[in-house]
């Protein structure tokens, strides 16, 4: 008859052996695996970069059709604009991917929405930052500088205008609660920026209808940055 009892603490001590061992070798691997993506750094890092490059290529970001202003600002538009108007023709744009030709006012086309929270209802989003038509009016009110009409008053859409309402609604601290989204931008605070205009732009990553560019929004507003900081000159300086 064999003794079971007798075998059961050789039994364990095998387990334990194997336990330890397992162990071991766990410890083995993550120490060679910290030496190999060490050694890959900087290989890793230019990956990364490139990486950046191409998605800054691949989005189409066109430069502003205003010229002048805060490179810091400007950036950030265009960052917006990678997000919510990723189009070749991004001032023509409108809610679904159409285009459209006549900017003279804002088009207010109501495209019924097919997926997302907001799935059934309709948006007018246009243009390059995705104007609603009530947003529009009431931000070219305050900031169109060439409104025309006299009794009422007609705000163009034109490339330039867009930018510009734009430009001066970011610049405006008391818009945005009191805080001076120029400053954020200059101390480097890109992400509490993005968090700042997430309610008005959803897709910014702080929202409720991120896109697959929204991950990448922080690295392409420092490609922009680099870019129109090199088209402004020494006044400025990158953080």
């Not at 097919?114 to 243009?127: D, F, M, Q, V």
């Not at 009191?178 to 968090?195: M, N």
Request: one cysteine or more; hydrophobic letters at 35%; aromatic letters at 10%.
């Amino acid at each position: 008859m064999t003794n079971l009892t007798d075998s059961r603490p050789n039994k364990i001590s095998m387990i334990s052996k194997n336990i330890l061992k397992t162990f071991i070798l766990v410890l083995i691997l993550l120490a060679v695996g910290r030496i190999l993506i060490r050694d890959k750094e900087p290989q890793l890092k230019r990956a990364g970069q490139q990486i950046i490059s191409n998605i800054t290529q691949n989005y189409n970001i066109e430069p502003l059709e205003m010229e002048g202003g805060n490179p810091y600002i400007r950036a950030l538009m265009r960052t917006i604009s990678a997000s919510e108007a990723n189009s070749d023709r991004p001032y023509n744009i409108i809610y679904g991917g159409r285009h459209i030709d006549n900017l003279k006012q804002h088009p207010n086309q109501c495209i019924v929405i097919g997926n997302g929270p907001n799935r059934g209802r309709c948006s007018t989003a246009a243009g390059r930052y995705q104007f609603l038509n009530t947003t529009w009016a009431e931000k070219a009110e305050l900031y169109h500088p060439r409104p025309s009409g006299f009794l009422r008053k007609n705000y163009s859409f034109e490339p330039i205008y867009q930018d510009e309402v734009l430009y001066s609604w970011l610049r405006d601290a008391n818009a945005w609660g009191g805080r001076d989204i120029t400053k954020l931008l200059e101390q480097g605070q890109i992400d509490l920026v993005l968090e700042l205009l997430s309610p008005t732009w959803t897709s910014l990553g702080y929202g409720i209808e991120n896109n697959s560019i929204t991950k990448s929004l922080p690295n392409i507003y420092k490609k922009m940055l680099e870019e129109e900081l090199m088209n402004a000159g020494s006044s400025y300086y990158l953080y």
